[in-house]
């Protein structure tokens, strides 16, 4: 973005259009490039004189002062002198006192006073004074990301997000909409999705919608356009605030195109409590997949891009989860509204307990998480766990009466996974054949040809490798049901014992 005082627009027709760049001002970015090129090792004050210059020889002040706006983010300063500043002129103002300055013979006697307590000369005391001042500060290094071509996009990007900055409202239709939302969601912008008769409309929701215009919101806003530029078919209308007068802005993929420089990586997640709701569920070996931002829903007229959703890993369902926690009371309740709309969908909301739409989330029943800081993944367990009791007793009703194993050994998880089904649903099944010993089937005639292998005094290792050899893994709970305890020496092994 540029600053406010930068901004170049047309208010032609009572419209509101961005004074865009064309091929001719190509060269005058150039000129400006070349300037801070030209300038590294010199001071603040010359640049901008340099500068200034050009400024006169252009049809536009505004364009030049945009240009040098931009390529100013690319330039380092510093500061150079041969004694810290603060401390000559402690050192200076400290012999000033003492002595008193009226004249220049003053001022020179006073700076070689203070050159010979600092162990410099009279100039370089002079120099160091105010070294420090944004305006004798030096360009160190310049390193723009830009050729003279793609400074001239950028500027054109900048400007179109200055205009956007006083929006109230923004509606956008592009080929690409879930990385729009997606975009939307990150800044934290109010939204909602309209589906028109040209296609599905993104609707943006500006500051000004807020109960005072705030200027983080506005410059998230205008840095959705980044996101948007990077499509390559769409369309925006935006309705502005200019100084109290409505006016429209429209712009299209023919106005703008990406500078060739990625922005700046957002976050992965909306908000903190949806980054945090997300690492631990994901810690926890749960029958449920966690998927980020799933396909849009339809809600009648409007549509809705959930946050996360569920997806149950033993059968094809999915259960939509949507984390409210900012913006007024009145957007939630709009939007629970939209969600309550939605048809043969199941769905999971949480929502802030200090926004006090309570009688909304009454009329969601059981599918209500209230939170307050965090939302609790319990919570969302036991809501998922509704939803799993049923898919269980499904499963369980889809698997034979009695469950007989062709394996000689074989567990609860092998079960399950032959059968695409929970591990609960398995539990519950006899098994005439087999033994179940922890969460492994045996067939009673291994257990008793164990039985004459495993005996007192056996080292653990080696009663472990005869198990092993019968495919058999849980150990502790195997010896447990041949009669035996380990009695562990340190940390090496232990041998059997009869129980």
């Known amino acids: 973005?540029?600053?406010?005082?930068?901004?170049?627009?047309?208010?032609?027709?009572?419209?509101?259009?961005?004074?865009?760049?064309?091929?001719?001002?190509?060269?005058?970015?150039?000129?400006?490039?070349?300037?801070?090129?030209?300038?590294?090792?010199?001071?603040?004050?010359?640049?901008?004189?340099?500068?200034?210059?050009?400024?006169?020889?252009?049809?536009?002040?505004?364009?030049?002062?945009?240009?040098?706006?931009?390529?100013?983010?690319?330039?380092?300063?510093?500061?150079?002198?041969?004694?810290?500043?603060?401390?000559?002129?402690?050192?200076?103002?400290?012999?000033?006192?003492?002595?008193?300055?009226?004249?220049?013979?003053?001022?020179?006697?006073?700076?070689?006073?203070?050159?010979?307590?600092?162990?410099?000369?009279?100039?370089?005391?002079?120099?160091?004074?105010?070294?420090?001042?944004?305006?004798?500060?030096?360009?160190?290094?310049?390193?723009?990301r830009w050729e003279p071509d793609e400074l001239r996009r950028q500027y054109d990007l900048s400007l179109a997000q200055?205009?956007?900055?006083?929006?109230?409202?923004?509606?956008?239709?592009?080929?690409?909409?879930?990385?729009?939302?997606?975009?939307?969601?990150?800044?934290?912008?109010?939204?909602?999705?309209?589906?028109?008769?040209?296609?599905?409309?993104?609707?943006?929701?500006?500051?000004?919608?807020?109960?005072?215009?705030?200027?983080?919101?506005?410059?998230?806003?205008?840095?959705?356009?980044?996101?948007?530029?990077?499509?390559?078919?769409?369309?925006?209308?935006?309705?502005?605030?200019?100084?109290?007068?409505?006016?429209?802005?429209?712009?299209?993929?023919?106005?703008?195109?990406?500078?060739?420089?990625?922005?700046?990586?957002?976050?992965?997640?909306?908000?903190?409590?949806?980054?945090?709701?997300?690492?631990?569920?994901?810690?926890?070996?749960?029958?449920?997949?966690?998927?980020?931002?799933?396909?849009?829903?339809?809600?009648?007229?409007?549509?809705?891009?959930?946050?996360?959703?569920?997806?149950?890993?033993h059968a094809p369902f999915r259960v939509f989860f949507e984390i409210m926690g900012f913006w007024t009371p009145e957007y939630v309740a709009k939007k629970l509204s939209r969600l309550a709309d939605l048809e043969d969908v199941e769905l999971l909301v949480a929502v802030d307990e200090s926004l006090g739409v309570g009688e909304d989330l009454e009329a969601l029943d059981h599918r209500a998480i209230p939170y307050r800081g965090t939302v609790r993944v319990k919570d969302v367990r036991d809501a998922l766990r509704r939803y799993e009791d049923e898919l269980v007793a499904a499963s369980a009703a889809s698997l034979p009466g009695e469950v007989r194993p062709d394996a000689d050994v074989t567990t609860i998880a092998a079960l399950a996974a032959e059968y695409g089904v929970s591990e609960d649903a398995v539990e519950g099944k006899p098994f005439p054949d087999h033994e179940r010993v922890g969460r492994t089937l045996i067939r009673p005639a291994v257990l008793e040809a164990l039985a004459g292998r495993v005996e007192a005094g056996m080292a653990l290792a080696d009663a472990e490798a005869v198990l092993a050899e019968e495919g058999i893994t849980d150990a502790s709970a195997v010896l447990s049901r041949l009669g035996y305890r380990v009695e562990w020496e340190g940390l090496s092994g232990g041998t059997l014992h009869e129980r």
Not at 179 to 200: C, D, H, N, P, Q
């Open 162 to 313: 200055t205009a956007l900055f006083d929006a109230t409202e923004v509606r956008v239709r592009t080929n690409d909409p879930k990385a729009f939302v997606s975009a939307v969601k990150r800044l934290r912008l109010m939204y909602e999705i309209r589906r028109t008769e040209a296609g599905r409309e993104v609707v943006v929701t500006g500051p000004d919608a807020l109960f005072r215009t705030s200027r983080r919101y506005g410059t998230r806003f205008a840095r959705l356009l980044r996101t948007l530029v990077k499509t390559s078919d769409w369309r925006l209308t935006a309705t502005v605030d200019d100084r109290g007068t409505e006016r429209t802005l429209e712009l299209d993929a023919d106005d703008l195109s990406p500078p060739g420089t990625d922005p700046v990586a957002e976050p992965a997640f909306d908000s903190g409590v949806e980054a945090d709701f997300a690492t631990r569920f994901r810690s926890l070996d749960l029958d449920w997949s966690l998927v980020r931002e799933p396909e849009p829903l339809e809600s009648g007229a409007h549509v809705v891009i959930p946050d996360f959703a569920f997806d149950y890993d």
């Open 1 to 144: 973005m540029l600053t406010k005082d930068l901004l170049r627009v047309s208010r032609r027709g009572g419209g509101y259009r961005p004074q865009f760049t064309d091929e001719g001002d190509v060269r005058l970015a150039a000129r400006v490039l070349g300037v801070y090129q030209g300038h590294v090792g010199r001071t603040r004050t010359e640049l901008q004189a340099a500068l200034t210059d050009l400024e006169r020889g252009a049809d536009d002040f505004k364009l030049v002062r945009g240009f040098a706006s931009l390529l100013d983010r690319e330039a380092t300063f510093e500061t150079r002198a041969a004694v810290d500043p603060e401390r000559t002129r402690d050192v200076v103002f400290g012999v000033a006192a003492e002595r008193g300055v009226v004249t220049d013979d003053d001022r020179a006697a006073a700076l070689a006073t203070a050159a010979e307590r600092l162990g410099t000369t009279p100039d370089a005391v002079s120099d160091s004074l105010y070294a420090d001042r944004e305006e004798r500060q030096v360009l160190a290094t310049f390193d723009a």
